[in-house]
């Protein structure tokens, strides 16, 4: 355990937090796999690029696109980085809450339809 007195604690814990731009969506309506079609297409490309590249027809490229504008906004009123030096640093989607809906099927039986969620993350960073 960590010694010292707990505003002290904190002091160090919140010194080697991350300062890069970032925008996450929390219980997006939209599985990790098909989010990550998507967030594989955008990782590591400057921001206009990625922008362009969300111009596909999967639902999660709408999600994407808006968490993009957000980190950017971010980074220029928060951090005072320059738009046109911005690139996508990290971006992922981590397993959120399943629902579980029950549909009828033939002979009285149920089956079960799992609803997945997820929360998606993009981290923005500015090229050297």
């Not at 160090?12 to 796999?33: G, M």
């Not at 990290?90 to 099927?105: D, F, L």
């Not at 033939?106 to 997945?116: L, S």
Request: net charge positive; glycine share 4%.
């Amino acid at each position: 355990m960590a010694k010292g007195h707990r505003s002290q604690i904190k002091r160090e814990r919140n010194a080697n937090k991350d300062t890069r731009p970032s925008a996450k969506l929390s219980y997006a309506r939209v599985s990790v796999t098909k989010a990550c079609f998507v967030l594989d297409a955008i990782r590591g490309k400057d921001l206009e690029t990625a922008l362009a590249v969300t111009y596909n027809p999967r639902y999660a490229s709408s999600l994407v696109k808006k968490l993009l504008e957000s980190a950017a906004a971010n980074a220029e009123n928060n951090n005072g980085m320059k738009r046109e030096n911005l690139y996508v640093a990290e971006c992922y989607a981590n397993k959120g809450p399943t629902m579980k809906r029950v549909r009828p099927r033939a002979q009285g039986r149920a089956y079960r339809i799992e609803k997945r969620m997820s929360h998606i993350t993009v981290v923005l960073d500015e090229r050297k």
